[in-house]
T-cell receptor
Framework: RKEVEQDPGPFNVPEGATVAFNCTYS??????FFWYRQDCRKEPKLLMS???SGNEDGRFTAQLNRASQYISLLIRDSKLSDSATYLC?????????????FGDGTTLTVKP | DGGITQSPKYLFRKEGQNVTLSCEQN?????MYWYRQDPGQGLRLIYY???????QKGDIAEGYSVSREKKESFPLTVTSAQKNPTAFYLC???????????FGQGTRLTVV
């Protein structure tokens, strides 16, 4: 089993739709979590951090479920510009335990 | 402007040659990372450094070498021992391991 697994894509949705991605992780002691967005042939860019209490930024909501060991990203009112690959990142419990683990990404295509 | 800079953006190498990719950051970050991304794939960690004069192997370090003589700089050398070096190489930095990472624009290396 991979340390971090994401929903297989691609997700093809119409404009205005609500779409959600999940990302499961295997290390129950993981401490911090992030979502990144990567456009085609570009570098990943930080989208948002994921806090225990949840985190909302406009149309984007990130949540953490420690009991089931997954994080989620919800996008409401999808825009064409949301088309990208979304990567989740899971970090170890302390700075000496290793490094961040990236998921392989979920591709979203928003269509007119 | 603060940021992380990779150069060159495109690089062509003949088989059997070593090549060095540059990565510089002026964010005063302690941690720096090198990732490799192949088409349609996720990010794989090559090396990371938590602090100056220290670095650790990632998941695919064979055929690569790094140095961290200055806080701002973390160059990656792709040696002739790397059998399939054609890929998109991404450098990132963060305040410390486990915090939000910021990426450079990447270097596309092609072996000809």
């Amino acid at each position: 089993r991979k340390e971090v697994e994401q929903d297989p894509g691609p997700f093809n949705v119409p404009e205005g739709a609500t779409v959600a991605f999940n990302c499961t992780y295997s290390n129950s002691a993981s401490q911090s979590f992030f979502w990144y967005r990567q456009d085609c042939r570009k570098e990943p860019k930080l989208l948002m951090s994921v806090y225990s209490s949840g985190n909302e930024d406009g149309r984007f909501t990130a949540q953490l479920n420690r009991a089931s060991q997954y994080i989620s990203l919800l996008i409401r009112d999808s825009k064409l510009s949301d088309s990208a690959t979304y990567l989740c990142v899971v970090n170890p419990p302390n700075t000496n335990a290793g490094k961040s683990t990236f998921g392989d990404g979920t591709t979203l295509t928003v269509k007119p | 402007d603060g940021g992380i800079t990779q150069s060159p953006k495109y690089l062509f190498r003949k088989e059997g040659q070593n090549v060095t990719l540059s990565c510089e950051q002026n964010l005063n970050h302690d941690a720096m990372y090198w990732y490799r991304q192949d088409p349609g794939q996720g990010l794989r960690l090559i090396y990371y450094s938590q602090i100056v004069n220290d670095f650790q192997k990632g998941d695919i370090a064979e055929g690569y070498s790094v140095s961290r003589e200055k806080k701002e700089s973390f160059p990656l050398t792709v040696t002739s021992a790397q059998k399939n070096p054609t890929a998109f190489y991404l450098c990132a930095s963060s305040i410390r391991v486990g915090t939000e990472a910021f990426f450079g624009q990447g270097t596309r290396l092609t072996v000809v």
